[in-house]
């Protein structure tokens, strides 16, 4: 088993000949589409589009080479903060997973898990996939799983299952239940609020939509274990192989980890630390990796070593995300994003109400490729669709829902995506590998969206 959360080589390529192409691409977009931008209003402390103000200007002056240096241009951009948080956490966590997986400590839980349930595996894929998908359908958790994910892998090929199952069993449910939201504060809770409906109101259409993705999921992922591990064997040890210490050891892991999900819980009902949940776990993890460390080895200098070691194998997953925030700055600096979002909001306003809703999913859909952030994605869009809804006839409820789908689910498809990046550079899983595997359940989920969307525009779905 390795010990770090190094990202392959091929992984790697891959994943930036993806990324370098969007790029190019986006500033294609930037010389051959008109310039032009709303003007904007601060409500709140955030900034709003304002209705009906959309204008052409003048080309700005944004040079072919700047596409190149726009990974290095957004270490100062708006976006700045963000994304050194990011790789922070990124670097941090690695070398916490080094750390614990040289010292068995992950493999020691693990283990004793396994023993226990080997004979019901099924249930207790089940239950995790159950209970990643609520962390995102109700508290907006996606970037707070990364810690989880190699410890997800890990736990898979414990039972005798593959990498992808790792994921799917995780970082898929996560993303499924955040698009699924019943309560989530980041798409839903503040979509909602823009177009002034009631916060978490229609929360019985989306519990039959979460069930609905759930079963999907569930039955995805054990046709995929089933098709590809039917004569799979429980890889197991027995715990006495392991040094008293990491015994120690996975206690303090396992406590950092409760605390971890009791914080998370507690940000997703209170708002509490909310915006402080990523920089957070990283230092729970910190925390974890030093202090068993220390309990087995006995060696700060040892840990520390090993902890950079971690750090080290990561470091090409830096490179992924400032490629993959490039995309958003190309375009921005190009003044070309509100010149899409308005040429789509003209196409909307004449069509009925059906179409009008498949085509603000779509819209969304497509946005996500630009702008990841849920919260920023409505701040930005929702006070022109909102009017667009009522124009064509199909109620504020029905438009919040498009975006929740359009937020969401492509999350899980599109190279520009943060957390996809990282966790399968994590998993050593490349993007085309992983296209491969979750494209069918996709369409599905795709497919059973609309069948949603339609229901809702038909039913009035309400309040408002």
Request: aromatic residues 10%; glycine residues 8%.
């Given at each position: 088993m390795k010990n770090s959360v190094e990202i392959g080589k091929r992984t790697f390529f891959i994943s930036v000949l993806i990324i370098f192409s969007i790029m190019m691409i986006s500033g294609v977009l930037t010389k051959t589409l008109p310039s032009g931008e709303y003007q904007r209003e601060i409500v709140n402390g955030r900034e709003i589009i304002i209705e009906n103000s959309y204008s052409e200007i003048e080309k700005p002056d944004y040079p072919v080479w700047r596409w190149?240096?726009?990974?290095?241009?957004?270490?100062?951009?708006?976006?700045?903060?963000?994304?050194?948080?990011?790789?922070?956490?990124?670097?941090?966590?690695s070398g916490a997973i080094y750390v614990l997986n040289k010292n068995h400590v992950i493999e020691y839980i693990i283990n004793n898990i396994v023993i226990r349930y080997k004979n019901q595996k099924y249930i207790l894929m089940s239950l995790v996939i159950l209970v990643f998908m609520l962390f995102g359908a109700l508290m907006g958790i996606f970037e707070e799983i990364v810690p989880l994910i190699p410890i997800m892998i890990m736990f898979a090929a414990s039972l005798g299952w593959d990498k992808l199952t790792g994921l799917g069993m995780s970082l898929l449910a996560a993303g499924f239940g955040f698009s699924a939201a019943i309560a989530n504060p980041f798409s839903l809770g503040v979509a909602q609020r823009i177009a002034d409906v009631p916060v978490f109101s229609g929360i019985g259409f989306r519990l039959i939509i979460f069930a609905t993705t759930y079963a999907l999921l569930l039955g995805f992922m054990i046709l995929h274990v089933r098709k590809n591990h039917s004569e799979a064997v429980v890889q197991e040890m027995e715990t006495s192989h392991f040094d008293k210490n990491v015994s120690k050891a996975?206690?303090?892991?396992?406590?950092?980890?409760?605390?971890?999900?009791?914080?998370?819980?507690?940000?997703?009902?209170?708002?509490?630390?909310?915006?402080?949940?990523?920089?957070?776990?990283?230092?729970?993890?910190?925390?974890?990796?030093?202090l068993s460390g220390l309990i087995i080895e006995k060696n700060i200098l040892k840990v520390l070593k090993d902890f950079v070691l971690g750090m080290k194998d990561v470091l090409p997953g830096v490179l992924l995300i400032l490629l993959a925030m490039s995309v958003k700055h190309i375009i921005m600096n190009g003044k070309i994003l509100d010149t899409i979002l308005f040429n789509a909001a003209e196409v909307i306003s004449t069509s009925g109400p059906v179409v009008a809703v498949f085509l603000i999913y779509l819209l969304f859909f497509v946005m996500n490729l630009f702008i990841g952030s849920a919260s920023a994605k409505a701040f930005l869009?929702?006070?022109i669709i909102v009017p667009l809804a009522d124009l064509v006839g199909i109620t504020r409820q029905t438009a919040v829902q498009a975006f929740v789908f359009g937020d969401g689910f492509s999350n899980l498809l599109y190279p520009t995506n943060a957390v996809l990046l990282i966790s399968l550079g994590i998993a050593g899983v490349s993007f085309v590998k992983w296209f491969k595997f979750v494209w069918k359940i996709q369409a599905v989920i795709f497919l059973v969206s609309l069948i949603y969307l339609f229901i809702a525009v038909k039913i009035g779905y309400g309040p408002i």
């Open positions: 190149f240096t726009a990974p290095i241009e957004v270490l100062w951009s708006s976006d700045s903060t963000l994304i050194i948080t990011i790789i922070i956490f990124i670097l941090v966590v996975s206690k303090v892991l396992a406590s950092i980890i409760i605390i971890l999900f009791v914080l998370i819980l507690i940000s997703g009902f209170t708002g509490f630390m909310s915006g402080l949940m990523l920089p957070v776990s990283g230092i729970l993890f910190l925390i974890a990796g030093i869009t929702m006070p």
